[in-house]
């Protein structure tokens, strides 16, 4: 039980001067931060239960509410909102022909409830007996020209987890049919195994953040309630790879790289992105002269994702390639940059109209080009900071610019950047109103596919929104990078050891594993003020700087 603190803490103090407040035998400064007294936005949302955390509160003294176990039950909470939140689009209603899912006047897109989860067990490679993905073609309209036909369009791990969440459907429906298990329509059916399973996953992510968190434990509370997982932990299957990418930097930061590896290699062969994460493992072992654990991780990344990928490559190339074959030849989805700026400027594009079919090659070049010019630029970033980036850092920035210059940015694919932000950059007025605006998307996004002749928006207003999101992300990219150069403001260090003498910060990095307190072996020079340039330049970003924070 806590007690009414004397005043409102809203801003951290220095290290000595909480541990002295803090009752003797509970968890001190040293073994947790309270977000209610170094965030003004936890102390006023703390308000309605009681107000921020007293200074004479018996922290650590519960036996069954741990910080892990309230953590995930707030996640349960926001999960159980996301499935209802879902559940219009899992409504029925019976015809001649059977019972049929309720997407009657468009009521995906007004309900806002739209999962690409419900539509995919209609696929050719997932519900009909004896048919296997990547093995199994199947033709999308059946008597329509042009014939086309189709493979699983996700990566390995994806695709035969929702093959087996349909064998479990199926096996599910039996049971039901004799009486064993409730009933219900098959593609429901399948939506709630699913979600069971990507529910799991999340879980698995927050364990994960909170254990990458150090001192800073309730940050993950961000993860857990994030208005991001309410909108889109069911859209697609997003939190599966998440939970294996997350797990591998939670493996890398307790030492153990070949975990570490194997984790991030099979959530690339899930989703690309966590294998985004090698480049700035590996940077950053170079400049701490830690390449021989960097390499056991790449190596255990190449090994997991072969291991995955290599059958279904060797026994059903064509389908294995589909995921490759569509990515070329997508042009520039509507939530894109590159269609915001055709869109508001009449320009026809890299490649001018497409045939279809046609591949847009000059736009796949160009994405990719300001991709790896961006990640050349973080590298550098990497070897010449004045003190060695945090990994999650670095990791965030690679994620985030893959999204600004792809040429597709699924809404569901924010999601992964949720717990990398938490860690990069744990500022809750600013990862609060970044989520917020990402997840409002939604909603002009589904009245954007409604079309105006059904009284849906106008692109223009859903490409406003998303170029709102955009400059968030930006926001928050140039924030880590101002405290990557400015290391005293970066509250994860602050959290951890007290200010040097000098001003320097002597704490270093809770989720770097080998990297973390090694002494650099290899840096790189800036250009003559490149560094105060770049400073300048952030802070028109993200405003004057955090002064208050840096004094504690």
Same mark, same amino acid.
């Given at each position: 039980?806590?007690?009414?603190?004397?005043?409102?803490?809203?801003?951290?103090?220095?290290?000595?001067?909480?541990?002295?407040?803090?009752?003797?035998?509970? @968890?001190?400064?040293?073994?947790?931060?309270?977000?209610?007294?170094?965030?003004?936005?936890?102390?006023?949302?703390?308000?309605?239960?009681?107000?921020?955390?007293?200074?004479?509160?018996?922290?650590?003294?519960?036996?069954?509410?741990?910080?892990?176990?309230? $953590?995930? @039950?707030?996640?349960?909470?926001?999960?159980?909102?996301?499935?209802?939140?879902?559940?219009?689009?899992?409504?029925?209603?019976?015809?001649?022909?059977?019972?049929?899912?309720?997407?009657?006047?468009?009521?995906?897109?007004?309900?806002?409830?739209?999962?690409?989860?419900?539509?995919?067990?209609?696929?050719?490679?997932?519900?009909?007996?004896?048919?296997?993905?990547?093995?199994?073609?199947?033709?999308?309209?059946?008597?329509?020209?042009?014939?086309?036909?189709?493979?699983?369009?996700?990566?390995?791990?994806?695709?035969?987890?929702?093959?087996?969440?349909?064998?479990?459907?199926?096996?599910?429906?039996?049971?039901?049919?004799? =009486?064993? &298990?409730?009933?219900?329509?098959?593609?429901?059916?399948?939506?709630?195994?699913? #979600?069971?399973?990507?529910?799991?996953?999340?879980?698995?992510?927050?364990?994960?953040?909170?254990?990458?968190? =150090?001192?800073?434990?309730?940050?993950?509370?961000?993860?857990? %309630?994030?208005?991001?997982?309410?909108?889109?932990?069911?859209?697609?299957?997003?939190?599966?790879?998440?939970?294996?990418?997350?797990?591998?930097?939670?493996?890398?930061?307790?030492?153990?790289?070949?975990?570490?590896?194997?984790?991030?290699?099979?959530?690339?062969?899930?989703?690309?992105?966590?294998?985004?994460?090698?480049?700035? $493992? &590996?940077?950053?072992? $170079?400049?701490?002269?830690?390449?021989?654990?960097?390499?056991?991780?790449?190596?255990?990344?190449? #090994?997991?994702?072969?291991?995955?990928?290599?059958?279904?490559? %060797?026994?059903?190339?064509?389908?294995?390639?589909?995921?490759?074959?569509?990515?070329?030849?997508?042009?520039?989805?509507?939530?894109?940059?590159?269609?915001?700026?055709?869109?508001?400027?009449?320009?026809?594009?890299?490649?001018?109209? %497409?045939?279809?079919?046609?591949?847009?090659?000059? &736009?796949?070049?160009?994405? @990719?080009?300001?991709?790896? %010019?961006?990640?050349?630029?973080?590298?550098?970033?990497?070897?010449?900071?004045?003190?060695?980036?945090?990994?999650?850092?670095?990791?965030?920035?690679?994620?985030?610019?893959?999204?600004?210059?792809?040429?597709?940015?699924?809404?569901?694919?924010?999601?992964?950047?949720?717990?990398?932000?938490?860690?990069?950059?744990?500022?809750?007025?600013?990862?609060?109103?970044?989520?917020?605006?990402?997840?409002?998307?939604?909603?002009?996004?589904?009245?954007?596919?409604?079309?105006?002749?059904?009284?849906?928006?106008?692109? =223009?207003?859903?490409?406003?929104?998303?170029?709102?999101?955009?400059?968030?992300?930006? #926001?928050?990219?140039?924030?880590?990078?101002?405290?990557?150069?400015?290391?005293?403001?970066?509250?994860?260090?602050?959290?951890?050891?007290?200010?040097?003498?000098?001003?320097?910060?002597?704490?270093?990095?809770?989720?770097?594993?080998?990297?973390?307190?090694?002494?650099?072996?290899?840096?790189?020079?800036?250009?003559?003020?490149?560094?105060?340039?770049?400073?300048?330049?952030?802070?028109?970003?993200?405003?004057?700087?955090?002064?208050?924070?840096?004094?504690?």
């Amino acid at each position: 039980m806590s007690t009414k603190p004397e005043h409102t803490v809203t801003e951290p103090e220095e290290p000595d001067k909480v541990s002295a407040v803090v009752d003797g035998d509970s @968890l001190d400064a040293a073994d947790r931060v309270a977000p209610t007294w170094t965030e003004s936005v936890a102390a006023a949302l703390s308000r309605p239960l009681g107000g921020p955390l007293g200074r004479h509160a018996q922290v650590g003294r519960q036996w069954f509410w741990t910080p892990l176990r309230v $953590l995930l @039950l707030l996640a349960m909470i926001t999960l159980a909102a996301a499935w209802l939140f879902k559940a219009p689009c899992l409504q029925t209603y019976d015809t001649a022909q059977g019972t049929q899912l309720d997407w009657r006047a468009n009521r995906q897109y007004t309900a806002m409830c739209y999962s690409d989860i419900i539509p995919r067990f209609g696929m050719g490679d997932l519900a009909p007996d004896g048919v296997f993905p990547y093995k199994t073609p199947w033709t999308q309209s059946p008597g329509a020209a042009p014939q086309e036909q189709h493979y699983m369009e996700y990566p390995v791990v994806t695709g035969v987890f929702q093959w087996l969440n349909a064998k479990i459907t199926d096996g599910w429906s039996t049971l039901s049919e004799m =009486g064993l &298990l409730p009933s219900a329509m098959i593609t429901v059916l399948y939506f709630n195994v699913t #979600a069971f399973w990507l529910t799991a996953a999340w879980l698995v992510t927050v364990w994960a953040v909170m254990g990458l968190a =150090g001192r800073r434990v309730w940050d993950t509370a961000l993860v857990a %309630l994030s208005p991001l997982v309410f909108v889109h932990a069911f859209t697609n299957f997003d939190t599966l790879a998440a939970a294996f990418a997350v797990g591998g930097l939670l493996a890398w930061s307790r030492r153990r790289p070949w975990l570490a590896g194997a984790l991030i290699g099979i959530g690339g062969a899930a989703k690309l992105y966590p294998l985004f994460f090698l480049g700035p $493992l &590996l940077i950053l072992c $170079l400049r701490s002269g830690r390449m021989r654990a960097g390499g056991r991780a790449a190596a255990g990344a190449a #090994a997991a994702w072969l291991v995955v990928n290599l059958p279904i490559l %060797l026994l059903y190339p064509v389908g294995w390639g589909e995921f490759y074959r569509l990515n070329a030849s997508r042009a520039a989805d509507p939530d894109s940059l590159y269609n915001a700026l055709a869109y508001f400027t009449g320009w026809a594009g890299f490649d001018g109209p %497409l045939a279809p079919g046609q591949t847009p090659a000059v &736009l796949n070049a160009v994405s @990719l080009g300001l991709f790896a %010019l961006a990640c050349v630029v973080i590298g550098w970033l990497a070897m010449a900071a004045p003190v060695r980036p945090r990994l999650v850092q670095l990791c965030f920035l690679v994620v985030a610019v893959f999204l600004l210059t792809n040429k597709v940015w699924s809404p569901q694919y924010s999601l992964w950047l949720v717990p990398l932000a938490v860690l990069a950059v744990p500022r809750w007025r600013w990862l609060l109103s970044w989520m917020i605006v990402d997840a409002a998307v939604w909603a002009p996004r589904m009245y954007y596919y409604l079309g105006t002749g059904n009284k849906g928006l106008p692109e =223009g207003w859903f490409l406003g929104a998303v170029l709102i999101r955009d400059l968030m992300v930006v #926001a928050l990219c140039a924030l880590v990078v101002h405290e990557i150069l400015n290391p005293a403001a970066d509250r994860v260090r602050r959290a951890l050891a007290p200010v040097g003498s000098h001003g320097q910060v002597v704490a270093d990095d809770p989720s770097g594993g080998f990297l973390d307190g090694a002494p650099d072996r290899v840096t790189l020079p800036w250009p003559r003020g490149a560094a105060e340039r770049i400073t300048n330049w952030t802070r028109t970003l993200t405003g004057p700087g955090d002064s208050r924070a840096q004094r504690g």
